[in-house]
């Protein structure tokens, strides 16, 4: 995939599927991007474009596993069970499918990106200035109300220091001063993800290991965010815990698990919208019918407040599946680095990792912004050699093949891709 087609793929999605979806105005657009993005990826690799990915097909075979499984133990009624797959699936798919295609981006390309990312910020600023009410209740049909401004801020910024030439120290400062747009609506998880986006920014200058400086510096990190973090989890998990959803989803995993070893209940059961829109029997066989957010027929349903309890539908396995699939991305960190010597990239990898893990603490990692969080992480991932460029010289009547680019130019735009 072209630099340019690419950069103006994130613009459209970044404006409808970002900024501007509680317009509605394209309510599929982010599963439709995953399935494009995965489509083409395996049209490339049929036609030979590029290599054949294993780790793509063996995701593809264990969700299809998981699809299968749902189907023959009757999870829900079919309509459900496959519009929850496909929202599942939604960021595995961006993840592995442009792990494959390896947009090919170059220097101006991420100047491109660049430009997006003041874009955003300035319509994000415009959009609370239109709306500044409490935005802390995620409202259909206005923008970036609940966790949504100040999660986008962090994507912005994310992206912004990955476009940057190089890891510098204004770089840094100005990643942190556009995610700090995310105070106009702060919220405990903005709050837990800033704090390691500082440590990570500011702390972090070789990938992590396990000694006494990065055990101190994790634990000084879990003491400040658990600090910021504190009020929001005794309200949910201390007081009256009994009587709200997403504590009661936690504690209700755990017996759903283990009904249901190893693989789980089943697609649209547990802590989904589908769930709710087809009303999963999980709920009544587990009294959660009783709960104020996750009754039958109510029109505020909070079944999607936290993601992690997801895996009651996919069992010991499906969990294990995910500590893996982090173990794999700290895995393609590594070998970046090692082959680059790029730290800029492993940070901004790590911070996207984080932003992944504490987002999931709500139903983050299914929503539209997971397209562009997957995306920001698979640029992180891997290093882009530009094709070189031929052109056809006469000597002695004879036509020959001669790169355009002379060795000093090819190790230019080597470094401009590393950057």
Request: hydrophobic letters at 50%; one cysteine or more.
């Amino acid at each position: 995939m072209g630099g340019i087609f690419f950069c103006i793929l994130t613009l459209i999605y970044m404006l409808f599927g970002v900024m501007f979806y509680e317009l509605r105005v394209f309510t599929y657009i982010d599963e439709v991007a995953a399935i494009l993005i995965a489509a083409y990826a395996c049209f490339n690799m049929f036609v030979r474009q590029i290599p054949f990915s294993k780790p793509f097909m063996v995701w593809m075979g264990i969700s299809l596993f998981y699809l299968i499984y749902s189907l023959v133990i009757e999870s829900n009624v079919p309509v459900a069970i496959v519009n929850d797959f496909v929202m599942q699936s939604k960021p595995y798919l961006v993840f592995f499918g442009l792990m494959c295609i390896k947009p090919r981006l170059d220097r101006e390309h991420f100047t491109i990106m660049q430009g997006i990312c003041w874009l955003s910020l300035f319509l994000l600023i415009a959009i609370y200035i239109y709306h500044p009410d409490d935005r802390k209740i995620a409202t259909h049909g206005v923008m970036l109300t609940g966790e949504a401004l100040s999660a986008v801020a962090i994507l912005i910024g994310a992206l912004y220091y990955l476009s940057c030439d190089r890891e510098s120290f204004s770089a840094k400062i100005t990643t942190i001063l556009i995610m700090s747009a995310g105070i106009l609506s702060p919220t405990s998880k903005y709050g837990a993800i800033f704090v390691c986006v500082i440590i990570i920014l500011f702390f972090v200058n070789k990938p992590l290991k396990i000694n006494l400086k990065y055990l101190l510096l994790g634990l000084a990190a879990l003491v400040v965010v658990f600090y910021v973090v504190k009020d929001e989890f005794f309200y949910y998990f201390v007081e009256d815990y009994e009587y709200n959803v997403r504590p009661m989803l936690y504690i209700k995993m755990w017996e759903v698990l283990g009904d249901y070893f190893p693989f789980g209940s089943g697609f649209a059961t547990y802590a989904n919208p589908a769930s709710m829109t087809w009303y999963s029997p999980i709920y009544t066989k587990y009294n959660l019918d009783t709960i104020w957010g996750l009754d039958q027929g109510n029109e505020f349903h909070f079944a999607s407040d936290a993601y992690y309890p997801i895996f009651a539908q996919f069992g010991y396995v499906g969990m294990a599946l995910f500590v893996y699939f982090i173990y794999y991305i700290f895995k393609k960190m590594n070998s970046l680095y090692e082959a680059t010597h790029d730290i800029k990239r492993y940070k901004v990898a790590l911070i996207i990792v984080a932003y992944i893990l504490i987002q999931a603490t709500s139903n983050a990692l299914a929503n539209e912004r997971s397209v562009i969080a997957m995306g920001i992480l698979v640029l992180a991932l891997y290093k882009y050699k530009p094709r070189p460029r031929y052109t056809a010289i006469n000597s002695f009547g004879l036509d020959f093949a001669r790169g355009e680019n002379n060795t000093k130019n090819n190790m230019t735009n080597e470094d401009s891709a590393n950057k």
